[in-house]
């Protein structure tokens, strides 16, 4: 077996490909903590308290340059803002395109993940 690299040159490349960051749309993102745990990735969303329910409209940004949005609702009565987000990005029912670009317009709709 022969390399058509040195050792040192492909351990070089191996450490700049771990410090390099991971892919991202370089837009701004909301800090939302949930008693111990941060809510990552939030481009954007809208949040109702209505009738007892806490509902959410949420962006988040995925882990190669995309996005998409998400829709969700739980009980108000012992939930957060920050608890309607979390579980709405985690959980919650996702957006067409369309949807998601009649809420989200400022965001890139090329990016968005189907």
Known sequence: MTLDR??????REEQARRDSPPPSLGLPHY???????????????????????????????????DWAAYVGAIPALASSEEDAVDWTVRKGAKLSREQAHRWFPQLPIEAYRE
């Open 6 to 11: 040195a050792p040192e040159d492909i351990l």
């Open 31 to 65: 800090n939302l903590y949930t008693g111990q745990r941060a809510v990552t990735g939030v481009l954007n969303y809208s949040y109702w308290n209505c009738n007892g329910m806490a509902m959410c409209i949420a962006a988040k940004e995925g882990a190669v340059a």
